[in-house]
């Protein structure tokens, strides 16, 4: 059966600019504009008519708030609190900003020299990092401003000393899982030097998080230079900044509150504007975010409200799936990926849907359990049924209750989807444990029995080990043992074989039609590959860009495609003994696709 479709799709911008990512967090904008208008008052501090902020005048001494001529009224020499606000908080900002770039630079330079040399280098910077560390800061910088005698600029360097181990010890960890990264191996064989690879390869990498350090720890440099100057170890008189403000603001806490508590009020406004905009800092400088909304993605996948119900067509079916829409949000557009999507799956049948990357297959599977990732996705429109229950109007309970009990997934890469902390043998227990009710003994002993029928050889062994332990077929075999753990009526397995070997990929395929055929389950085979799809499917849908553009039985598809598009796919599994008329076939059918479109 073939249907017709439009396959066309809106244009659609995807970039979002980094003002825009910026904004979307609004914590990070009240942080940004609070720290504007501040920057802007203490930028223009010298040319605004304000009185000078050290002449003292006894007679006007501890003038309230609102004072005429005295907007934030006088301290107790009579000096104007708001230009030495102003002023002090010019000092401030100056100082905390300098000791953290001093820091920054100091500190990424060890972390990056530490991580990439390694070996006796590391070990001797990290021991000096450590020494520093085995130190309260506050008190190894009050240790420095002692030896080095009271004043700003030597509570500068004290406060950016101190400093120093946050970043070495942030870069280096940062860049030791970067070093053996393959991009830098690239980098050292195309004959790179090895601070070439540093700057070039390792540095823009640890950028972002030398930025965000630099963003949360400003906030707190400041504070500890207001500490210092607080204690009488930082300006000096005349001289005003925040922390000398509040300690000559604290004998008149009782009597004239408003000279201690403005300039509180002010440290309190930098530092929280700060931290705030370190969070927006960092989403600018991650270029996956900007591939989507700013939001994290919630417990739930989002169902639209007034979401089209479409009714179950297929009863006797283990899963049906009826005129799914599933759109994802990128910036203030909408891109649908999957566009009334129809299908369904009997028990004891396979339904191979395949397509390019990008056709909305996975999107498709993992609308089934309520798995998109919200935001960015959203269920807009259709129905999914396990059974005769619609998945999309269930609770949440409910819904994972159903989740590896009568629908289990397997994914296409077990590496990344195992535990890398948990022996493989503990997962299989965790998955029955989830929905059975047994003892430890009966359970540890279900699950050997799983490995040994998903062909783990010495079971009881191989139960002991991590996954990085076991190779690409065995990891896929645990994870299809996992899929088993509480006989589920419906698999759904994501390109199970994508990562593996012909040879190895050749057994998984022979393990799951056997298991599927053993079991009675519904399995709903997701691949690109029509070689995959002819070995083990019984029938099979075609996706692109989002619909299904043909559906059929197996062989009558592979044997009479209808679509161009599946001609093209079929066209594509390689024949021996063709040679370069394999070429010339797949490039001739794609340039009368391309003619029928246009």
């Known amino acids: 059966m073939t249907i017709a479709v439009d396959t066309s799709l809106p244009p659609v911008s995807r970039r979002i600019s980094s003002w825009r990512l910026l904004f979307n967090n609004r914590l990070a904008f009240v942080g940004l504009l609070l720290l504007g208008v501040i920057a802007l008052m203490i930028v223009l501090v010298p040319i605004l008519p304000l009185p000078d902020p050290d002449a003292t005048a006894p007679a006007n001494r501890l003038k309230p708030l609102l004072?005429?001529?005295?907007l934030l009224g006088t301290d107790q020499l009579g000096r104007d609190i708001l230009s030495r606000l102003l002023w002090g908080?010019?000092?401030?900002?100056?100082?905390?900003?300098?000791?953290?770039l001093i820091a920054a630079l100091v500190g990424s330079a060890i972390g990056i020299a530490a991580g990439y040399v390694g070996g006796r280098t590391?070990?001797?910077?990290m021991r000096g990092i450590d020494m520093l560390m085995a130190f309260p800061y506050i008190l190894l910088a009050l240790a420095i401003v002692a030896a080095l005698g009271p004043g700003l600029m030597n509570a500068l360097y004290a406060i950016a000393i101190v400093n120093i181990p946050f970043f070495a010890r942030n870069v280096r960890g940062v860049t030791l899982g970067y070093v053996h990264r393959e991009f830098v191996d690239a980098a050292r064989l195309s004959g790179k030097g090895h601070l070439s690879v540093m700057l070039t390869e390792i540095l823009p990498n640890v950028a972002p998080v030398i930025v965000i350090t630099m963003s949360t720890t400003a906030g707190w440099m400041i504070l500890e230079t207001?500490?210092?100057?607080?204690?009488?170890?930082g300006a000096q008189p005349p001289q005003a900044d925040l922390g000398s403000m509040l300690g000559e603001g604290r004998a008149q806490l009782f009597t004239a509150p408003h000279v201690s508590i403005v300039p509180g009020v002010m440290i309190f406004l930098v530092v929280i504007s700060l931290n705030v905009l370190g969070d927006g800092i960092r989403d600018v400088l991650d270029p996956r975010l900007r591939s989507g909304a700013l939001s994290r993605p919630g417990p739930v996948t989002d169902i639209a409200d007034d979401r089209a119900i479409r009714s179950n067509t297929v009863e006797d079916a283990a899963l049906s799936i009826e005129g799914l829409d599933t759109n994802f949000r990128s910036g203030g557009e909408v891109v649908p990926a999957?566009?009334?999507v129809s299908l369904h799956v009997k028990p004891g049948e396979c339904l191979g849907l395949i397509g390019e990357s990008g056709s909305g297959k996975s999107v498709t599977a993992l609308s089934v359990m309520g798995l998109v990732a919200s935001p960015p996705g959203v269920i807009q429109n259709g129905a999914i049924y396990v059974g005769n229950e619609d998945v999309l109007a269930m609770p949440e309970t409910r819904l994972i209750s159903m989740r590896g009990n009568r629908v289990a997934y397997v994914f296409q890469d077990p590496l990344t989807t195992l535990h890398p902390l948990y022996p493989v043998g503990r997962q299989v227990e965790e998955a029955i444990s989830a929905h059975q009710s047994i003892g430890a003994t009966a359970c540890r002993e279900k699950a050997l029995e799983l490995l040994e029928k998903v062909g783990i050889p010495e079971a009881q062994e191989r139960a002991k080990h991590y996954p990085h332990q076991l190779s690409g077929g065995q990891?896929?075999?645990?994870?299809?043992?996992?899929?088993?753990a509480n006989d589920p009526d419906i698999i759904i397995a994501d390109e199970p074989t994508t990562a593996l070997d012909v040879t190895v990929q050749a057994r998984i395929l022979e393990l799951l039609r056997d298991l599927q055929r053993e079991r009675g389950m519904a399995l709903l085979f997701i691949t690109?590959?029509?070689g995959v799809v002819s070995e083990i499917c019984d029938r099979v849908a075609v996706m692109k860009d989002g619909e299904i553009v043909e559906t059929g039985e197996t062989r009558e598809v592979l044997a009479n495609p209808q679509h161009a598009y599946t001609k093209r796919l079929i066209a594509c599994v390689p024949e021996l003994g063709t040679g370069g008329a394999f070429l010339e076939r797949v490039s001739g059918l794609f340039a009368r696709s391309e003619m029928e479109v246009s």
């Not at 004072?67 to 005295?70: C, D, F, R």
């Not at 207001?226 to 170890?233: M, N, V």
């Open 475 to 484: 990891r896929q075999r645990i994870g299809i043992a996992m899929a088993l």
């Open 67 to 70: 004072t005429a001529g005295h």
């Open 226 to 233: 207001a500490g210092l100057s607080f204690l009488g170890l």
């Open 89 to 100: 908080t010019r000092l401030s900002v100056t100082v905390g900003f300098a000791a953290t």
């Open 528 to 530: 690109h590959d029509f």
């Open 338 to 340: 999957v566009r009334g």
């Open 122 to 125: 590391d070990n001797a910077m």
